[in-house]
């Protein structure tokens, strides 16, 4: 997001708290995601691993998404506070 702090938009203040609510949001939903990343044992009467395979890495790109979001507003965060400190 590539918002520009003004006179006539939001405020600083509120465009960051967005940004952070957007990082609180991420970091409770990668808690969730890694309390249920697969486990073998959940597996074990499948003939092969294929499904976990499968799974786990599912798992792995969901976790790797919410990490660049929450990286991406903590970016956009830092930025918009350096536009309000510069003025």
Known sequence: MN???NLNGNSAEA???EQRAIMDAADELLKA????I???RDYQTYETMD????DREKSDQH???VMAIGKY?????IRLHNQQRNG
């Open 33 to 36: 995601l890694s309390q249920a």
């Open 73 to 77: 507003a903590s970016e956009t965060g």
């Open 15 to 17: 465009l960051i708290n």
């Open 3 to 5: 918002r520009v702090v």
């Open 63 to 65: 976790r790797a998404t």
């Open 38 to 40: 697969p486990h073998g």
């Open 51 to 54: 499904e976990f395979n499968i």
